[in-house]
């Protein structure tokens, strides 16, 4: 008896995953790192290239001197009204 116990227990039905590929630690540590700095160096550089864009954006309004959070004229305050009901008109009964 080579195997007790169930079938799908046995050796050769274990699934077999993929091949793992032996690399040394050094060179993967090394390549990790590179790629980390890379994707560093490319987000800082889309970063500057969105606020250069953000800012090429709103230059028309530096240029027109238009005014930025400031409202041109000032809304009146507003006031209440009292609006008075209409008496009801009262018919006289005749009997």
């Given at each position: 008896?080579?195997h007790p116990g169930?079938p799908?227990?046995?050796?050769?039905?274990?699934?077999a995953?993929?091949?793992?590929?032996?690399?040394?630690?050094?060179?993967?540590?090394?390549?990790?790192?590179?790629?980390?700095?890379?994707?560093a160096v490319?987000l800082?550089?889309?970063t500057?290239f969105?606020?250069?864009?953000?800012?090429?954006a709103?230059?028309p309004?530096v240029?027109r001197h238009a005014?930025v959070?400031v409202?041109l004229r000032?809304?009146?305050?507003?006031e209440?009204r009292?609006?008075?009901?209409?008496r009801a008109?009262q018919k006289a009964?005749?009997?």
């Amino acid at each position: 008896m080579s195997h007790p116990g169930p079938p799908a227990a046995r050796g050769h039905l274990r699934l077999a995953g993929p091949s793992v590929e032996r690399r040394r630690v050094a060179e993967s540590r090394a390549l990790l790192l590179l790629r980390a700095a890379a994707g560093a160096v490319a987000l800082v550089l889309l970063t500057l290239f969105a606020w250069t864009l953000a800012a090429l954006a709103l230059l028309p309004l530096v240029l027109r001197h238009a005014p930025v959070g400031v409202r041109l004229r000032p809304l009146r305050p507003r006031e209440a009204r009292v609006i008075p009901f209409e008496r009801a008109r009262q018919k006289a009964l005749s009997r």
